[in-house]
């Protein structure tokens, strides 16, 4: 099942990607494997999929811990700083960075692990309450600039996640203002690349609107067990 799913999700990737004249290898899918175990994990591994979107920090180090770096780790969620030094060990990119404190906190953890860490600053592009993200413009501008200047993080990209709705024009205009942020931020000076966003129930519309990065979990993995959530 998850190989057939996984089958469809880039059938569709490629489909929408020429119908709007991108390469699919522009796009990493990164598949989001929480409360997901190592079985299904390795399934899709071994289908070819390297990067693994997890939400939470000891969920992620504890598989971290049993599957290694043979695969790229991406962690997606709300990061609290007292649990940084986990998600600094394992990932590869940390999608959710929303404050300078935060920032800051992976800049020493890195330094400490002789690492540089891959970071996303996390854009708030809805009105929703649930979403997370910085949404002030000089705001978003000084969190850039600091973490250019931090050695021991690397800021790659912008995050956003857009409105759980079926208004296609809401959803769309919270990627069209992420994309415009990036290339606003790129003409002066900062220099990124990455849009992380789109997940299972709107990735088709992310990458007309360009993502370079889709978090997909359900349309691959299939319905979550919600009671296995760690904190």
Known sequence: ?????????????????SEVNRNPAEI???AVSKNFGVNE????????????????????????????????WHFIGN????????AVEASEYIH?????????????RAA????????????KTSDEETKSGVADESEIFDLAEYCK?????????????????????????????????RDDLNGHGISIKELSMGMTNDFPIAIEEGATMLRIGTAIF???NYSLEQD
């Not at 099942?1 to 990607?17: F, G, H, P, T, Y």
């Not at 390795?42 to 000891?58: D, L, R, W, Y």
């Not at 995050?159 to 919270?174: W, Y």
Request: hydrophobic share 40%.
């Open 1 to 17: 099942m998850i190989s057939e799913n996984l089958r469809q999700v880039r059938a569709l990737i490629e489909k929408k990607c």
């Open 28 to 30: 990493t899918i990164i």
């Open 41 to 72: 994990i390795n399934t899709v591994f071994n289908e070819g999929i390297i990067n693994f979107g997890e939400n939470k920090a000891q969920e992620l180090i504890q598989k971290y811990n049993e599957l290694g770096n043979k695969i790229k």
């Open 79 to 86: 990061l609290q700083r007292n649990k940084v030094r986990f």
């Open 96 to 108: 959710s960075v929303d404050s300078l404190l935060l920032a800051m906190e992976i800049n020493k």
């Open 112 to 123: 400490k692990l002789n690492k540089i860490q891959k970071i996303l600053i996390e854009i």
């Open 149 to 181: 200047e931090y050695p021991n993080i690397d800021l790659v990209g912008l995050m956003t996640m857009a409105p759980f709705t079926g208004d296609e024009k809401r959803i769309r205009k919270s990627f069209q203002a992420l994309r415009s942020l």
């Open 222 to 224: 299939g319905e979550r």
